[in-house]
């Protein structure tokens, strides 16, 4: 007998940019704390230059896995701000650098802009600059025997499912796409349903925000406690349910952007109020689409 898709577990998560003051230690905690078993690097110690941060503290690759494996958390995605559209040969540089440090640690994806800005519509040279940087990219972690994936976030101009796809018709194979369901609705106007249509073969990653339309300090709404907002956040469970996604939801809560937010866990603890939130996420019989980082460190106290 085949389970009902409302009561298969999904993967849950939380992006660092939520907890920007965190060290790695402490975000490891929090995760625990919620049983959740994925982070999204973006920032820590108010940084996010992460290669850099992670070697002034002295983390190496083994005792991020020492940290990481009393509650077996993994990271599927390293976000980076490196932009496809607008790059140059120094951002090319650094994109490189932090690929190196992700590649080092096992994470298995590196997040990438596509660049722009949303309103203003992407020229043909844009789309080809884009489609460029990929393939400058690819080409790159062939040379380097990197197993690391590049995901576009649907962000900037490429906030919308159009933009994507346009990219994609002109690259050689397709481009993992982390879906911002906030993005693709707020700014791209479309329903989760229709995103998923058009993004949905191509989705690995999913963030997951609400907002309401009251301007605040940078944007033209206010973000607020996920389920208190007008983001159809019970479609958007119910399309990845149907359509049975297995890779990670993370919370993006945008507090480094933001200060105007509650703290992370606050967050969280909200998130699980939802009628739509699984709870048991964390103890699901399945395992997650993303590459974990292996366990054979022994496990030990980072100080």
Known sequence: MTARLDTEPLHWGFSTLGCPEFSLSEACELAAEFHLRALELRSLWGRVDLPACMAESGITAEKA????????????????SFKLVGNDSASRAEFLDYCEWAQSWGIPNARVFGGGTWGHPLTEADYNQAAETVAWWRQEKKVRRWKIEMLLETHDAFSASGPCCELIKRLDEPLGIIWDSHHTWRLGGENPAASWSRLGEWVRHVHLKDSIDKPSARHPYTYVLPGEGQTPLAEIVRV???????????LEWERLWHPYLLPLR???????????????????????????????????SLV
Not at 268 to 283: D, I, K, M
């Open 266 to 300: 606050s967050a969280l603890s909200h998130l699980r109020l939802q009628p739509w939130f699984n709870v048991a996420s964390g103890e699901s019989r399945q395992k997650p689409n993303y590459q974990q980082l292996s366990d054979e460190t022994p496990r030990r």
């Open 65 to 80: 896995r020492s940290l990481f494996a009393p509650s077996h958390i993994s990271v599927p995605v390293a976000g980076s």
């Open 240 to 250: 990845l349910r149907e359509h049975e996604f297995s890779g990670i939801i993370s």
